[in-house]
């Protein structure tokens, strides 16, 4: 059975919004994501200061590795599948990653989430970013597979809606859990292995466990390349805020992460 998303959501970033308008933003749009984003760029140097001197929260918080492992069913089986047939290894491990980190934040902060979706959206939500074609926004491409495969093992449409728009919504600036815990957690875990955002509130240990199972080997330089292609490609896109006014390749550059 074919999925149709609600078209009536105008939420910038939406799966609705994605379709509708390529990812292109208007005027007002963009200026709508620049005090989100001022508030990302003071939460970061905060964060940063406090990991720096030691007073992060993370440094007393534990999260068992159990709790973190990932659910086991048909729809997460069809995501790794589909995402280690398309993803290049530095996005492959990126995207275990931010299924992990995403769902430490969840477990610390006291979120409920579809473990499953969540899973689902991390491992698809830069399929777009690899080889992309065209002049629309790369998550809408991420959004198909992750509807294909959603139809594939027989989601329901809720759910449906829900992975497809934490996968659009996941790099819009100011991502809350008003957008949905999936939406929410996946946008959080992505910023933490990108720029390192939050990633003060995790124990080292969590980290450290993550990047050993999944290795960063060469993420920081193909990221950048990536959302550079992207900003080049959708000039109206977000990839171009994030780039003009986040400094995102100098973010990237000094996230608290070697590679």
Known sequence: MNHVVDTDDTRVGTAPWVQRTSGRLTPTERRALLRPLARTHVQNAVGRLRLAVGLN???KAYLPSTLLTPPNSALTRAAEECAERVLTRPLLNHSYRTYVYGRALGELEGTNVDTELLFAGALLHDAGLVNPTGTADFTLTSARLAREIAEQVGLSSDATDSLMTAITMHYTPGVTVDAGPVAYLLAAGASVDVVGLRSWELPKATIAEVVRAHPRTGFKPVFTEAFRIEAARVPEGR?????????????????????
């Open 57 to 59: 929260p993370g440094r």
């Open 239 to 259: 990839a171009r805020v994030l780039q003009r006014y986040g400094a995102l390749a100098a973010a990237i550059k000094f996230a608290p992460f070697k590679e």
